[in-house]
């Protein structure tokens, strides 16, 4: 996991640096400081509130690298997800670097709507396709991963059959990689409220079919175990 806290540091560190270039260019004046789903600022604030929502974040950032950190222990498959370490590592490194540029991309939106509308609908198009590189690699990763409570497609059904998670994550990672080309290839197409349609109708049909593949694989597996701990 020191791959993964490290990378955590130099996102930390990336928004802090943000955060001091952007601090003296935002003026005691009304700011966006919370955007709809088009990317439309919906709600605006003074400085010291702008200041506050850029600090939150890499705060949050930190409380997320801490989570991940102590999750193998908290995990009562840990071991599983030790031997799934190159997935879980990959998957959080990708979730840092997305963090810092998603930060990167709110404080120029600050900034720049000081002197002019910024382009709302451009920085809608790089989130998702930051989101869909995300989720090219993790689904590149799924079918590494091995049974454990924080990642990948966790149903009762894979979590109480390794069989039923193993074919699960085979499926689940090719319509993930499936999923996030189709994303980025969208977000540089579509434009305005296309760009959350395109999203949300790929990746929610990817999500409930491996739910539902889930459940009909682990109908005939042969070691699947039966128990209330399992249905959460």
Not at 45 to 63: C, H, K, N, Q, Y
Not at 66 to 87: F, H, T
Not at 112 to 141: H, M, T, W
Not at 145 to 157: D, E
């Amino acid at each position: 996991m020191r791959t993964g806290l490290i990378f955590s540091t130099i996102a930390v560190i990336g928004m802090c640096a943000v955060n001091l270039w952007a601090m003296p260019q935002i003026p005691d004046a009304q700011v966006p400081v919370h955007w709809g789903l088009d990317g439309t600022p919906d709600r605006y604030g003074d400085r010291s509130e702008a200041l506050f929502a850029l600090w939150m974040i890499p705060a949050a950032t930190v409380f997320v690298s801490l989570l991940l950190a102590i999750a193998p222990r908290l995990d009562p498959n840990g071991d599983n997800l030790m031997k799934s370490r190159k997935a879980y590592v990959a998957i959080w490194c990708s979730v840092m670097i997305m963090l810092l540029a998603v930060h990167a991309g709110i404080a120029m939106l600050m900034v720049r709507s000081v002197v002019a509308d910024p382009d709302a609908n451009e920085f809608v198009r790089f989130v998702i396709a930051a989101s869909a590189v995300l989720i090219i690699i993790k689904g590149n990763y799924l079918p590494k991963t091995r049974s454990n409570w924080f990642l990948g497609i966790r149903t009762p059904w894979t979590l109480s059959s390794d069989i039923t998670w193993e074919k699960t994550h085979r499926l689940a990672g090719r319509l993930f990689m499936l999923s996030g080309f189709v994303c980025l290839v969208g977000a540089f197409v579509l434009e305005g409220g296309w760009l959350i349609v395109m999203f949300m109708s790929t990746l929610l049909p990817t999500v409930l079919i491996s739910v539902a593949y889930s459940y009909i694989i682990w109908r005939n597996a042969p070691d699947k175990r039966i128990g209330t701990e399992y249905f959460v």
